[in-house]
């Protein structure tokens, strides 16, 4: 990955994709967010990177406490879906602003 930038502005890498700063979660998880080299139409990839907590899983995971399990999870996103990520988290933010008062 090439080297990230605290500004939010995006580095690229040798092929020209963007690659923005990852964000490191609270317990360790880091959130990476790039441009996909998918050639049908534009997509992003969402990817955590870390402790990943597997508790809502549809099988069993013997022999990993807690549920959780050190991994990567990616999704990738049209920009539909990622405009709709997006306005989830703004719904998000601001219903938590609003409840704590922060």
Known sequence: MPPSQSSGEPTYSDRGFAFWEPIKGSYGTSIEVHESSAAMEPHLWVTTRGP??????PREHPGIPFG???????????????????????????????RFGV
């Open 52 to 57: 990943c907590h597997l508790t809502g899983a």
């Open 68 to 98: 959780v399990a050190d991994g990567s999870l990616g999704a990738h996103l049209s920009m539909d879906e990622a405009r709709d990520l997006r306005d989830k988290l703004d719904a998000a933010i601001k219903h938590s602003e609003e």
